[in-house]
């Protein structure tokens, strides 16, 4: 005969033949789901419509070691926030999430992560970007034409290369990466051009993480005379969430 039983606490090695965990099957939404205490441990979600959160618990109501393992089947990338709707991580499309509670002390928690890309057969997520049109920009810090893209939620390793051409002394090149609006100080980059013509090459690169929505640009501006980019590449290769 069954029985529920709420919390119970072993002292020494549980051994058993299978683990039956509940799990609640849901639609992805423009919505937020707000975890508790009485929630499934496991949460499987499908569909393709974007906007989705899930908000776990607050912490000081769970015992530390709690767990939920969250299965994101669909097309889109969830949010995973902390109870105080911190982002923590994300759970990108076909993909699985494990977050284990390691200190319950504050509302917000300290919840430790392991994901796994269940929709890439090397779970490695590249993108690469080419162009050889010529491209002579302004002044204006302005974005190199192609050289953009919008990846999916997680840390990248990113390098742009590119050939150019400074037309007249005393030009300064400056090259950077965007993350959505905003400059990542440490990939600004100047050349400068001490002659009448100068060929030479321009690139930059450093590490950045993207919440699947805003779009990694590389950007130009020069002071001076023209200059002239032909071709250039720009990679991305995912390193984790």
């Known amino acids: 005969m069954s029985q529920s039983i709420d919390s119970q606490i072993v002292e020494g090695l549980l051994s058993h033949n299978g683990w039956q965990p509940n799990v609640t099957v849901l639609a992805l939404a423009n919505s937020t789901l707000a975890l508790t205490v009485a929630s499934t441990v496991q949460h499987v979600f499908t569909g393709a419509v974007a906007g989705q959160i899930l908000r776990l618990p607050d912490a000081t109501t769970l015992g530390n070691g709690h767990r939920f393992d969250i299965y994101n089947e669909g097309t889109t990338t969830l ?17 699985y999430v494990k977050c284990v509670l390691q200190s319950n002390s ?26 050889t049109a010529s491209f002579a920009p302004g002044t204006a810090d302005v974005v190199v034409t192609g050289m953009s893209v919008t990846p999916v939620a997680g840390t990248y390793a990113i390098w742009y290369h590119a050939s150019c051409k400074i037309t007249g002394n005393n030009t300064i090149l400056t090259t950077s990466i965007f ?36 779009t990694c640009e590389i950007h130009v501006s020069r002071t001076g005379n023209a200059l002239t980019v032909t071709g250039r590449s720009l990679i991305l290769i995912r390193l984790g969430d």
């Open 79 to 95: 949010s995973l926030q902390n109870s105080t709707g911190a982002s923590l991580t994300y759970g990108l499309a076909k993909s």
């Open 179 to 214: 993350n959505g609006a905003t400059q990542v100080t440490d990939s600004v980059r100047t050349i400068g051009s001490s002659v009448s013509t100068f060929n030479t090459n321009h690139a930059t690169q450093s590490t950045v993480q993207f919440n699947g929505t805003n």
């Open 106 to 131: 504050t509302a917000a928690g300290i919840w430790l992560f392991s994901s796994v890309i269940t929709g890439q057969t090397s779970g490695v997520i590249n993108y690469k970007v080419t162009s």
